[in-house]
């Protein structure tokens, strides 16, 4: 039918369409959302209405926040549920996917990822022979871009650098390591992609020099943990030497790029720094953020003080109008600690129904970015955790992989 290979096609532009294009990728949803919507049968949607209820539970402290707002004169802020509608379509999309579409969903995601990486590295290595002796400016405030120019460089590293890599894309370099990651994992921990075992090799290590170049602090220890996970969780020596070889590799491959390892110097400084010199980083001011919570009275704390009026408040006190850059306390200080247990509730949920290593690994990764990045607030996240997420609750995809713990030579 017409209508079931319009659905395909779009299901399989979803992810791809949201790295590219924030209104593309609400056109497909929309589509997807009204296809899926209108097949639903009415026993299948009592059958899922428990899961669904479940998977609902963090858009529930979203309008918990909302509804705060409103008791206490702010504006009901319709854009905050548009914003996060994919928490409730997308388990329609992904009920109404069949079984070998929401595998090649997955698949498309990956190859799409890959090769946009790999095109936007080389462009960025080609720039970098070109512009050898330029000094651009793009990561940095002058001052430190000056100063890293000053060294002796092969080629001009500063084009490697997460700003000079998404010179023609609109992406933020945390979701972005977030993607690359959740490529690795699946890469590693499932059978989703069929493909002999050097070209999987080959594409685990391109979304790795990808994350080191973005240099996203919460990207480079997700990698960490997922190629600990993958080499050491084995009970074979051999496997664990590997991992011990490709850490260090890593590491040092770490701390000889310049672009990754000044940005890594400089939110140690802003860390450690007591003087007000490099607030200006991103490290600096989530500590300033994050350290706005004492000022909150207990009686704030507990129940929330919405939406709005809570970014108001942050706003007064730091000076800063930025979120929290932090799930667990920018939930808490929107819905108090109802919504926390249902924040926790929501990113826990998937253990009831798929314990895969692959999802345990998933909620881990994104459990770790959720500390640093308001990861559920923007449409990069919305999205791509709300698809996962429904793969896990409802698809009928298998992500257990026995040979996940025995990495093939």
């Known amino acids: 039918m017409k209508q079931d290979w319009i659905f395909n096609t779009l299901l399989l532009m979803l992810l791809p369409s949201l790295v590219i294009s924030f209104a593309a990728n609400s056109i497909i949803l929309g589509a997807l959302s009204v296809i899926s919507i209108f097949q639903i049968s009415r026993s299948t949607a009592k059958t899922y209405l428990r899961k669904y209820l479940y998977f609902v539970s963090f858009f529930l402290a979203v309008l ?7 008791l206490s004169g702010t504006d009901f802020d319709s854009r ?10 997308m388990p329609f999309i ?6 070998h579409y929401q595998r090649l969903a997955v698949q498309i995601f990956i190859y799409f990822l890959s090769s946009l990486s790999f095109i936007l590295i080389l462009i960025g290595f080609v720039r970098s022979v070109i512009n050898k002796n330029k000094v651009l400016y793009g990561n940095w ?15 001009n590293w500063g084009e490697l650098s997460y700003k000079r890599l998404f010179l023609f894309l609109d992406m933020h370099p945390s979701y972005y390591a977030f993607f690359s990651a959740t490529a690795i994992l699946i890469l590693l921990f499932t059978n989703c992609l069929r493909i002999k075992n050097p070209i999987k090799w080959l594409l685990v290590t391109l979304h790795a020099i990808m994350i080191v170049l973005l240099s996203s602090k919460a990207g480079l220890a997700s990698l960490f943990i997922i190629l600990i996970s993958a080499f050491f969780l084995n009970k074979d020596l051999s496997y664990k030497l590997m991992g011990t070889v490709v850490i260090l590799i890593l590491i040092i491959s770490i701390m000889s790029i310049p672009s990754t390892q000044l940005r890594l110097k400089r939110a ?3 860390l450690t720094s007591k003087n007000t010199e490099l607030q200006s980083s991103s490290s600096s001011e989530r500590m300033i953020l994050w350290g706005s919570l004492k000022d909150f009275s207990a009686q704030e704390l507990l129940t929330g003080v919405g939406i709005q009026s809570s970014r108001s408040k942050i706003n007064l006190l730091t000076g800063i109008d930025k979120n929290m850059h932090n799930q667990y306390l920018q939930v808490l ?41 308001n990861m559920l607030d923007r449409a990069w996240g919305v999205v791509f955790v709300s698809f996962f997420y429904a793969l896990f609750i409802f698809g009928d995809l298998n992500f257990s992989n026995e040979k996940s713990l025995k990495i093939e030579n």
Do not use: W
């Not at 992904?94 to 079984?99: G, P, T």
């Not at 247990?341 to 459990?367: C, D, E, G, H, Q």
């Open 64 to 70: 918990l926040g909302l509804f705060l707002d409103v």
């Open 80 to 89: 905050q549920i548009i914003k996060r509608a994919a928490f409730i379509l």
């Open 94 to 99: 992904i009920l109404h996917a069949k079984k």
């Open 141 to 155: 405030d002058s001052k430190t871009t000056e100063a890293f120019y000053q060294q002796d460089m092969i080629i």
């Open 268 to 270: 140690y400084a802003s």
């Open 333 to 373: 200080v929107n819905s108090g600690v109802a919504g926390c247990i249902l924040l926790i509730s929501f990113l826990l949920l998937p253990l009831a129904y798929n314990r895969s290593l692959f999802t345990k690994m998933f909620i881990a990764v994104l459990l770790l970015n959720l500390m640093i990045e």
